[in-house]
């Protein structure tokens, strides 16, 4: 691939995971969650299918909140609504907006120093958050979301490190990822020898341990500790 820059215009390249990375992913789906059931209110005939979806959500549900919620105002969880309702879901111009530390991380000067972003997820949902953010009018180079190669192409897969080391041309030693979870962020970036970071915000989302951890080189809590 034909590098975007020349290998001496950066000292530094910083790489960003999104989701509960640059802002708290619980904002994206309450966001979701609201536009579904709005959606579906007016689909329905119901009142405050959002507000309940949203409600199990903050509880702690983290599976069948749309079919619970649904059962709950009195209507039948129909397999074909429930996928509807997720293409809502997916498709939604998300209302969110970076955590405070980021934005005041990216404002910051940070001369001859690249900046990226990776992050899995469903395409279209991903390419949304990133124009919700803002974030090529906030310091950000370019956007890298795997699932443009598939569900093959989600971390730990490392293809999209390789990908952005040949945009920048440079070496995995000069490279950092910060991202939240180390059941898959840090896999790749450890093997192509890049400093790893994993931000720990207390207000995340939790992730399953049943895959193999490998965490980060060092752990923060917010990016002014980076």
């Given at each position: ?30 966001s979701g969650l609201n536009a ?49 309702m997720l293409t809502v879901y ?137």
């Amino acid at each position: 691939m034909k590098a975007e820059w020349g290998a001496d215009k950066w000292d530094r390249v910083i790489v960003f995971d999104l989701d509960d990375t640059l802002y708290l992913e619980r904002d994206y789906v309450l966001s979701g969650l609201n536009a579904a059931g709005a959606w579906g209110d007016r689909l329905l005939g119901t009142r405050g299918l959002g507000a309940a979806m949203q409600a199990r959500f903050r509880a702690g549900a983290r599976t069948r909140i749309f079919d619970e919620s649904l059962t709950e105002l009195g209507m039948a969880a129909d397999p074909a609504l429930i996928a509807r309702m997720l293409t809502v879901y997916r498709q939604h111009r998300p209302e969110i907006s970076l955590a405070p530390d980021s934005e005041a991380f990216l404002s910051a000067d940070h001369p001859r120093t690249g900046f990226a972003v990776i992050t899995d997820g469903f395409l279209d949902a991903q390419k949304r958050k990133i124009r919700a953010l803002d974030l090529y009018r906030r310091g950000i180079h370019f956007g890298v979301c795997t699932d443009r190669w598939g569900r093959e192409g989600w971390k730990p897969n490392p293809i999209a490190f390789r990908h952005v080391q040949d945009r920048f041309n440079v070496p995995g030693k000069l490279c950092a990822y910060v991202a939240d979870n180390p059941t898959k962020d840090f896999h790749a970036p450890h093997v192509l020898g890049w400093d790893t970071v994993r931000i720990a915000r207390p207000e995340k989302i939790g992730h399953s341990t049943s895959a193999q951890l490998v965490d980060a080189a060092r752990v923060i809590e917010n990016l002014g500790e980076f």
